[in-house]
Nanobody, 123 residues
């Protein structure tokens, strides 16, 4: 499966963006999915994850209550709704997939990665 992200852009602090992750090659319903982000000079970090069934989600403490991960298997797409954005949310956001059924926050669990989409939040 090859994840493909879209929906990034420039937004003012306090604004919202919705990222999408479509899958090519296989249906996204076969995978648990996650979002990670990487700011300049920093390690790639976990943001949110959703189980294969969609029944379980996990979030980084820094985004809990502001971001929501969801999946629409009929549309073969996973979403990351980002509200109340802050300048520190600025990063390249990556969608990733792994074959186990659970929602994982561990970067090394993920087998497939997208190319990333830039999110920039201005103050």
């Amino acid at each position: 499966v090859q994840p493909v992200e879209s929906g990034g852009g420039l937004v003012q602090a306090g604004g919202s963006l919705r990222l999408s992750c479509a899958a090519s090659g296989r249906t996204v319903s076969s995978y648990a999915m996650g979002w990670f982000r990487q700011a300049p000079g920093k390690e790639r970090e976990f943001v949110a994850a959703i189980s294969r069934s969609g029944g379980s989600t996990r979030y980084a403490d820094s985004v809990k209550g502001r971001f929501t991960i969801s999946r629409d298997n009929a549309k073969n797409t996973v979403y990351l709704q980002m509200n109340s954005l802050k300048p520190e949310d600025t990063a390249v956001y990556y969608c990733a997939a792994h074959s186990n059924p659970w929602a994982s926050s561990i970067k090394h669990d993920y087998d497939y990665w997208g190319q990333g989409t830039q999110v920039t939040v201005s103050s």
